[in-house]
């Protein structure tokens, strides 16, 4: 059963923690994103990365890091240094158009929440 | 770069109603256009997508949705609303060739009156 898999669904967070989220996927796709997501509001890019090892910032990284050490795996570990973490997380995944596949879709996990004590 | 706009922040539709939802962009040339449907604490879901060809768009569930060029805009429609489509739409636009570059619009609610 290919997709997307994040965990925890649930995240709760004290102040001056760093936690991490874990986003894997077994659809063979290239790309890997996070997005963050506020109420009221549509999907933010935070990180993305197209291939092991290479990973760039989206419109609101600070704050985020990630690795991507493996092609199925994208971690998004948010540290102390994002002031309002407080969000609904999500990570997607794609294939890359030099496979020659008309393919600019991404395809969602199911979320993390993640909540500041 | 490419924006995405969706005029409605809430829409209620009786069951079996038919239901339109607005989705303008802006962009320069012809934009891949998608839109995705999420469920209360899930995932976004793909309905349906254009790359080219055919204005005429069908979906999963039932949707569809027209790509008109000259109004800059992708409408999703359905001709008769189930209650289990009550859920939240985005509309979200990508530039062709960069996976990267997408931008989704805040959203569109739906609830679905019996």
């Known amino acids: 059963d290919g997709g997307i898999t994040q965990s925890p669904k649930y995240l709760f967070r004290k102040e001056g923690q760093n936690v991490t989220l874990s986003c894997e996927q077994n659809l063979n796709h290239d790309a890997m994103y996070w997005y963050r997501q506020d109420p009221g509001q549509g999907l933010r890019l935070i990180y993305y990365?197209?291939?092991?090892?290479?990973?760039q910032k989206g419109d609101i990284a600070e704050g985020y890091s990630v690795s991507r050490e493996k092609k199925e795996s994208f971690p998004l570990t948010v540290t102390s240094a994002q002031k309002n973490p407080t969000a609904f997380y999500l990570c997607?995944?794609?294939?890359?158009?030099?496979?020659?596949?008309?393919?600019?879709?991404?395809?969602f996990g199911p979320g993390t929440r993640l909540t500041v004590l | 770069a490419q924006s995405v706009t969706q005029p409605d922040i809430h829409i209620t539709v009786s069951e079996g109603a038919s239901l339109e939802l607005r989705c303008n962009y802006s962009?320069?040339?012809?934009?891949?256009l998608f839109w995705y449907v999420q469920s209360p604490g899930q995932g976004l879901q793909l309905l349906l997508k254009?790359?080219?060809?055919?204005?005429l768009v069908q979906g999963i569930k039932g949707f569809e949705a027209e790509f008109k060029r000259s109004q800059s805009s992708f409408n999703l429609r359905k001709p008769s609303v189930h209650w289990s489509d009550a859920a939240e739409y985005f509309c979200a636009v990508g530039a062709p060739y960069n996976n990267n570059d997408m931008r989704f619009g805040a959203g569109t609610r739906l609830t679905v009156k019996p």
């Open positions: 990365s197209q291939i092991v090892n290479d990973f």
């Open positions: 997607a995944s794609s294939t890359l158009i030099y496979r020659g596949e008309n393919t600019d879709t991404q395809y």
């Open positions: 254009y790359f080219s060809g055919d204005t």
């Open positions: 962009y320069g040339a012809t934009p891949y």
